[in-house]
């Protein structure tokens, strides 16, 4: 009889060692992450799609979206409570604002780590909150 548990237990301790893990980017594609902060100052919403945005494509380790007024994108990686921003590239238009699209790929390419709070994605460097983006 305890060769039978023994047995049972050791299937689950594989099946659950060989289980996929979720990367813990899983859940973060399926929404557009809307800036509202930036260096510890409110960024006004327009409601509109020019509002600065990133999109992840999870499989892909990739993202997109808007600066405020050109096109952005790139590429990231994940791991644990590290991120990383590379390869930011943006579409060079001209406008009004373009010093507030500057210091928002400027900051991305700096973020180190991110963590969450209720449904507010914290962009970091060290310890400092530079971004903070809004599941829409």
């Not at 009889?1 to 893990?21: D, E, G, Q, R, W």
């Not at 980017?25 to 929404?31: I, P």
């Not at 494509?57 to 644990?80: E, L, R, T």
Request: proline share 2%; charged share 25%.
């Amino acid at each position: 009889m305890t060769m039978k548990y023994l047995f049972i237990l050791f299937i689950a301790v594989v099946a659950f060692k060989c289980s996929p893990k979720l990367s813990p980017d899983a859940g973060w594609g399926q929404q557009q992450w809307v800036l509202v902060e930036m260096k510890g100052v409110p960024v006004q919403q327009s409601g509109g799609r020019r509002d600065a945005h990133i999109t992840f494509d999870v499989a892909a380790k990739k993202f997109s979206g808007n600066g405020g007024c050109n096109q952005i994108n790139g590429n990231y990686s994940v791991d644990k409570r590290e991120i990383r921003f590379t390869e930011v590239l943006s579409t060079k238009m001209t406008c009004n604002d373009i010093e507030f699209e500057n210091t928002f790929l400027s900051a991305l390419n700096s973020i180190d780590r991110y963590e969450f709070t209720g449904t507010d994605l914290l962009l970091k460097k060290n310890k400092e909150t530079r971004l903070v983006l809004r599941s829409k």
